[in-house]
């Protein structure tokens, strides 16, 4: 395996759930993880035990200017102030040159490190599409996934070579075009969880045990990802909409509308968006029924 020398030393600024996450996935590559930066050190120590050998710094810490490589894994929010309180570390004219920093935001460009860039930094970003719901589940979930990633040029090889130790795929993604691609991702994965925990409350109150429940969600939304992924939207759409079943429609609406009302204008919308693709046209009396 090769090993990565001293010179190239990481700081991860941010100990949350990625930044553990990708902290542990890069040391067990061998990239010498020497820092963790936290606004709160008690924050960064457990950080720190689970990414292996990290040293918990603040932001503010002198020391900090020993890395060549920076990965920003804060909020999204809290990235510009992060950028503009790093920028003001070193003196002399370009004391960031020679050093990378990246952050994992989807929907932000890399250009929000600019303060960094003006001190002679090269700034990047590279963005996992996946889910990270805790440090541990990253660990595992990150290794082969997809890659967006963009910025100067040596940002971007050193995001290659990261997602390369992953055996991940990398691709670019336009920095113009970010909200758009993590507005893909909003979608297809919290919006879904809202979705399956609302079916698993319509499945309780139709008398099937919890247990059962929870497996057999899981079994039916993977299986549609997967006919989506190998047939097409085309082909993998099932269900009364696409066979015409109008009266099947009527009777859910009008559950829906006693068991979890708020649903509703969710059913419908979603009920319209299937109908466009799948080339049919509600009744009349449906069609107003369901506006
Ligand atoms: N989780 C995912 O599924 C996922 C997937 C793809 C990309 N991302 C991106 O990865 C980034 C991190 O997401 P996350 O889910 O890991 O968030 P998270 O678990 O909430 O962690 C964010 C971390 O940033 C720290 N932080 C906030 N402001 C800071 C500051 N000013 N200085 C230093 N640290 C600060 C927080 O510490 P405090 O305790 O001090 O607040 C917290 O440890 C975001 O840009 C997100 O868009 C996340």
């Known amino acids: 395996m090769r090993r990565h020398n001293s010179s190239s030393r990481v700081a991860i600024i941010g100990p949350g759930r990625l930044g553990q996450a990708l902290g542990r996935l890069l040391a067990a590559s061998r990239v010498p993880i020497a820092w963790i930066v936290a606004r709160d050190l008690a924050a960064a120590r457990p950080a720190a035990r689970f990414i292996g050998r990290a040293k918990p710094l603040r932001l503010s810490d002198h020391e900090l200017m020993k890395a060549s490589i920076f990965l920003l894994t804060t909020t999204d929010s809290a990235l510009v102030e992060v950028a503009r309180q790093l920028a003001k570390q070193g003196s002399g004219k370009s004391p960031w040159r020679g050093k990378v920093v990246l952050h994992t935001c989807g929907s932000l460009p890399s250009t ?42 040596r940002a971007q090889q050193v995001s290659r070579r990261w997602v390369k130790l992953f055996k991940g795929v990398a691709f670019p993604i336009r920095p113009k075009g970010k909200t758009l691609y993590h507005l893909s991702a ?70 829906l509308k006693r068991s979890a009302p708020d649903f509703v204008p969710v059913y419908q919308t979603l009920l319209q968006a299937m109908l466009r693709l799948a080339g049919q046209k509600a009744p009349r009396r449906l069609g107003e029924g369901t506006r």
């Open 186 to 255: 909003f979608l297809v994965s919290p919006t879904l969880v809202t979705l399956m925990e609302q079916s698993m409350r319509l499945l309780k109150k139709a008398g099937v045990p919890a247990r059962i429940a929870r497996p057999m969600l899981r079994q039916f939304v993977v299986e549609t990802a997967k006919n989506f992924s190998e047939l097409g939207a085309l082909r993998a759409l099932t269900g009364p909409a696409v066979r015409g079943d109008w009266a099947t429609i009527g009777r859910h609406l009008a559950a």
């Open 112 to 153: 929000v490190l600019r303060p960094l860039k003006l001190r002679g930094a090269a700034i990047g970003s590279l963005h996992p599409y996946q889910t990270v719901p805790s440090p541990q589940a990253g660990v595992r979930n990150l290794r082969g996934c997809f890659w967006g990633i963009e910025g100067d040029r």
